[in-house]
């Protein structure tokens, strides 16, 4: 049987990216430091390093650490209502499709 496949958090992804954009590191090292496929880090480091030029384009100067971990955090957030979400529009179908019986309280 295959391998399950192993899901990684944004966080992880940034911080990984992180490892080898700022220390300059290689690809090769870093994902043999974390377990990860070196393509799979190469692509993380390539998204981020976009995403570092888009922002840099947008303003002087780059997200500070506390403004880094701030985006993180609210990115955690975000994911974790839009699981709410997803679950209470699956409760809100599942009751409206199997609605409360009604009882006699004579």
Known sequence: MGATRRKFTLEFKTEAAHRVID????????????????????????????????VAGSSDEPL?????TELLRLRRQ??????????LGKAAAYFASNPPKQRDLR
């Open 64 to 68: 500070t650490p506390a403004e880094r």
């Open 78 to 87: 975000v994911a974790e209502q839009d699981k709410d979400l997803a679950f």
């Open 23 to 54: 220390t300059g590191r290689t690809v090769a090292e870093v994902a043999a430091e974390l377990s990860v496929v070196d393509s799979v880090l190469a692509r993380w480091v390539r998204d981020e390093r976009r995403r570092l030029d888009a």
